[in-house]
């Protein structure tokens, strides 16, 4: 199948391109290259440098002709959406909607969306939390997130197109980005290894469901090949506090430093993790790295990237 990759240039995307080469698809990828790296590329993917809402992406359709989307491009930070939500919905809602267009107009026959569990259950009565949970946003991106959601189920009405929206908890891995707003595990793993202060939010005790990039991206290859339509939660419905992150990270980079604590996040969110158990009974799939497992390769992919030796240990800052 010819898959075209939304973001296949950027943390996640990279490595959903790869998974669907390496199961013998053709994978063209779209990334604009504002949060993606070249070197992140699939060698054997054909590559569109262009952004999402392009007045070119009609052209690119029109010449690929790829029967399956995998949307990952995202404006993905909290704190500009609430600073700039205009550009959050022109990223977030605009642009999906003009690839839901492009599809129908194109003959997609599915089209998978990397949504979001956090953002759009926030501090959820219920956990672990299923899909059926009240969709309350208190943010614009978590809002842009269940706009597009609800733009995929009507062009499902209108036109029959095939999707399945995945709603990650906290995917964590190789290759995110440890700058900006970034995810603590790897934010945690770039200090710690460079000596620098990796300073833990509040009391430490605020809680996510971390779930690996590599099983993220196996669960969008068993999307692809399903026909079933709607949201689904991707994640380990396990509970990790940010405190026993920074310790696994600590022993897991050699690092001796002291536990930091900074003040509280305004807003945070004080629980987050999803139930993944729609997905294993429709799809049949479920998280096969375990969280030791999985910081364990992430910190030999920030060491390696950094050319910190393997036996070598960070001096506390």
Known sequence: MKVLVTGGAGFIGSHIAERLLAEGHEVVILDDLST?????????????????HSPWLEELFRIEQPQAVVHQAAQASVRRSVEDPVFDAGVN?????????????HGVRRFLF???????YGDAQVTPTPEDYPTLPISPYGASKLAAEV???????MHGLSYAALRYANVYGPRQDPHGE????????????????????????????????????DANTRALASDAVGSFNVGTGVETDINAIFQLLKRLTGSS??????????GEQQRSVVDARKIEKVMGWRPTTNLEAGLTATARYFREARGVPATATARPA
Do not use: C, W
Not at 93 to 104: D, E, I, K, N, Y
């Open 151 to 157: 733009y995929l189920r009507t062009f499902h009405a």
């Open 114 to 120: 990397a949504s979001t569990g956090g953002a759009l």
């Open 93 to 105: 809602v605009l642009a999906t909607v003009a690839l839901l267009q492009a599809s129908v107009q």
């Open 257 to 266: 430093q002291a536990e930091v604590h900074g003040p509280p996040l305004a």
């Open 182 to 217: 970034a995810g603590v595990v790897a934010i945690f793993s770039g200090r710690l290894l460079s000596g620098e202060t990796a300073r833990i939010n509040g009391d430490g005790k605020q809680t996510r469901d971390f779930v690996y990039v590599g099983d993220v991206a």
């Open 36 to 52: 993606g790296h070249v070197g992140h590329l699939a060698s054997r993917a054909r590559f569109y440098q262009m952004d999402v």
